[in-house]
C-alpha cells in the first residue's frame, strides 16, 4: 500500500534559524542522506529530517526524525528516533552510513561479579550484530535488538524488559515456559545489577560494533577483541552478493572472456606475466612504500592473477600473487588486491615452507632518523611493544603489514583512533580526555626521536622480520633476535596441538626407505 509521507528539513543544529520546511518524498531524502554519507565534512553539517510515518500500537501517524552524524573517530551513523504524539509510543536506531569493514568483529568483555562500573561501558551494537552471554546460554540474535547505542547494562535490561513484557500473556497459554522465564529474569537482572559474573561477547560480521575500552590506549585486561574474515553465509546476510560457484569452476574460459560486458574479469594465463609487467600490477594495487620494499629485494619472477570478491563491496576483483625470498628471512608469498567498484586496496603477506619450531622475539633500538626507515614485516600472529609507553598490541591487531618502522608506528597510531571510537566524545570526561591526549602526544613524539625508545615485535610462528640497517646482520648491534619455545596456550591458540601429521610422516618415511624412491602400497 502506497502512503503519502511529509518531510521536513530543518537546520542541523547551532547559529542561525532553521530553515523553511519542505515537503519532499522519501526517495529525495534517501538521496541526500547518501550524498552526505559519502562527504566526509557533510556529516557534521547534515540537516535534521522530520518524517510522517505510522504508529505500528495505535495505527495513527507519528514522526520519524532523521540525523546523520559522525561519532569521532569511528563511523558515520544515522540516528532514527520515532515518537507517536497520540499513544506516547517511543523508539530508536542506530544504522551505519559509513563503508562495510573489511572484517568482522569480536569483542569479549569478562565482568566479575560486585563490579559495576562495569556496566557503565558504552557499547554501539550494528543491526547485523550478536549478542551473547554463555553462562546463561543466551543470545539477542541481530533481529531482536536492531542498531543502537546504549551501555552494557542498559543492553541487559532493554532485553529483560522486552522479555517480560509479553508473561501474561504466555502464562495463559503455558504456566511451565512463563515460570522458567522468570527465573530466567531473575538471573539476567542479576547479571544487569553486577550481583553475578559473566561473559559479554559482541559478534559483528559487519565490523561496525564497538565496546568502550576505558583504559585506552592502555590494553584492557578484561576486554578481548578480535577481527576475522567474512564467510560467504556472513556475506550473504549482510545482503551482499555471493558468487555461489567455487573459484576456477567454469574453467579458464570464464576467466578470459572479456566480450559479455564491463564487469567479467581480465586475467593472464599462468606464467605469462614477465617480471617489469609483474611490478607495474604489484604496484599499482599497493601503495609505493610497500612496493619499493618489496622490490629492495628481489624482482618477482611470475606474478600470478585470480579472481577475487571485494571484502568491502562484494564486487569482483583482482588478486595479484607472486613468491619472493628475503634476505637473513625466508620465502614469503605477497598478495596485492584493489577494487576498481569501491577502491578498496588490501595487501597481506603470507609466510612459505614449514611452521618454526619456535618463536622468535626481535628487539630493535631506534635511536636515529636511519633506523625508522627500516623494513619492517608483521605477521598477523605478531605483537608488538613498546616499553617505554607501556603499549602493547596483541596478536592480529593490525594484520599482516609491510612497511617501515615509522610507517608501524603511524598505523598504530591510527588503528588506536579507529578502534577506541569513543575517545574524544561528548560522554568523556576531562580526565581521561587529556590522559589520552597526553599519550597521543608521546607516541608522536617517538617519530621525532627526542630520546631513543624500543620497538618489540614477538611472533609465535617467527614470521615477523626487521631489516638490519648493515650489510651483515652480525655488524647490526641495535637489532638483537630471541627464539624462544611456545607455551601450550600459543600452540593451542595457533591450532598445532591438534594437528596430526603422523600419516604424512608415515608416507614420507615409507617414500625414504623404499629402494629407488619407490612407495610401497
Not at 372 to 397: N, W, Y
Not at 466 to 473: E, L, N, S, W
Amino acid at each position: 500500500m502506497e502512503t503519502t509521507t511529509e518531510i521536513k528539513a530543518g537546520g542541523g543544529g547551532g547559529g542561525g534559524g532553521a530553515e523553511q520546511p519542505q515537503i519532499v518524498d522519501v526517495r529525495s531524502v534517501v538521496e541526500a542522506v547518501s550524498a552526505a554519507a559519502a562527504d566526509d565534512d557533510a556529516a557534521t553539517d547534515a540537516p535534521l529530517y522530520e518524517v510522517e510515518s505510522l504508529c505500528m500500537r495505535c495505527e495513527e501517524n507519528g514522526v520519524t526524525r532523521l540525523l546523520l552524524t559522525a561519532i569521532p573517530h569511528f563511523r558515520k551513523i544515522l540516528l532514527a528516533a520515532f515518537e507517536c504524539p497520540h499513544c506516547g509510543e517511543r523508539n530508536n536506531e542506530v544504522q551505519f552510513a559509513g563503508e562495510l569493514q573489511p572484517r568482522g568483529c569480536h569483542y569479549c568483555l569478562k565482568i566479575p561479579s560486585g563490579h559495576r562500573q562495569m556496566l557503565n561501558r558504552q557499547v554501539v551494537k550494528s543491526e547485523s550484530a550478536t549478542i551473547k552471554i554463555p553462562e546463561l546460554d543466551f543470545e539477542i540474535p541481530p533481529e531482536a535488538q536492531r542498531g543502537s547505542l546504549s551501555t552494557v547494562e542498559g543492553v541487559l535490561i532493554r532485553a529483560a524488559d522486552e522479555l517480560e513484557a509479553l508473561q501474561e500473556e504466555r502464562r495463559k497459554v503455558n504456566s511451565q515456559t512463563a515460570d522458567a522465564i522468570d527465573e530466567f529474569l531473575i538471573k539476567l537482572r542479576a547479571c544487569a545489577a553486577a550481583n553475578s559474573s559473566f561473559t559479554f561477547i559482541l559478534d559483528d560480521p559487519s565490523g561496525n560494533s564497538f565496546i568502550e575500552n576505558p583504559f585506552a590506549p592502555s590494553l584492557d585486561p578484561s576486554l578481548t577483541i578480535k577481527f576475522y574474515a567474512r564467510t560467504p553465509e556472513q556475506q550473504a546476510s549482510l545482503g551482499y552478493l555471493v558468487d555461489p560457484s567455487p573459484s576456477g569452476e567454469a574453467g579458464d574460459g570464464a576467466l578470459l572472456n572479456t566480450e559479455n560486458g564491463p564487469d567479467q574479469i581480465q586475467s593472464e594465463p599462468h606464467g605469462s606475466v614477465g617480471a617489469r609487467a609483474g611490478r607495474r600490477a604489484i604496484a599499482q594495487g599497493n601503495s609505493t612504500e610497500i612496493a619499493e620494499a618489496l622490490f629492495r629485494y628481489s624482482a618477482p619472477e611470475e606474478v600470478m592473477t585470480f579472481p577475487l570478491t571485494c571484502g568491502a563491496c562484494a564486487a569482483m576483483c583482482e588478486c595479484r600473487m607472486f613468491v619472493t625470498n628475503i634476505p637473513y628471512f625466508q620465502e614469503v608469498i605477497v598478495m596485492a588486491s584493489s577494487c576498481d567498484s569501491c577502491g578498496y586496496r588490501n595487501s597481506e603477506l603470507k609466510p612459505g615452507g614449514r611452521i618454526p619450531p619456535k618463536g622468535k622475539k626481535i628487539t630493535v633500538h631506534v635511536e636515529n632518523l636511519k633506523d625508522l626507515s627500516r623494513d619492517v614485516i608483521k605477521s598477523d600472529t605478531a605483537g608488538v611493544k613498546i616499553p617505554e609507553l607501556d603499549l602493547e598490541l596483541t596478536s592480529g591487531t593490525l594484520g599482516g603489514v609491510v612497511t617501515t618502522i615509522e610507517g608501524l608506528i603511524t598505523k598504530i597510531s591510527e588503528n588506536l583512533e579507529r578502534v577506541h571510537g569513543f575517545t574524544f566524545g561528548d560522554s568523556l570526561d576531562d580526565t581521561k580526555r587529556s590522559k589520552w591526549q597526553e599519550f597521543m602526544t608521546r607516541l608522536n613524539k617517538l617519530l621525532s626521536l627526542e630520546e631513543p625508545w624500543t620497538l618489540i615485535i614477538d611472533d609465535a610462528l617467527a614470521n615477523s622480520f626487521i631489516a638490519p640497517a648493515t650489510d651483515d646482520i652480525k655488524d647490526d648491534h641495535q637489532l638483537s633476535f630471541e627464539e624462544y619455545e611456545r607455551s601450550w596456550e600459543q600452540n593451542e591458540e595457533l591450532g598445532l596441538n591438534d594437528m596430526d601429521t603422523s600419516s604424512a610422516d608415515v608416507a614420507y618415511n615409507a617414500a625414504d626407505a623404499a629402494p629407488n624412491g619407490e612407495t610401497e602400497v
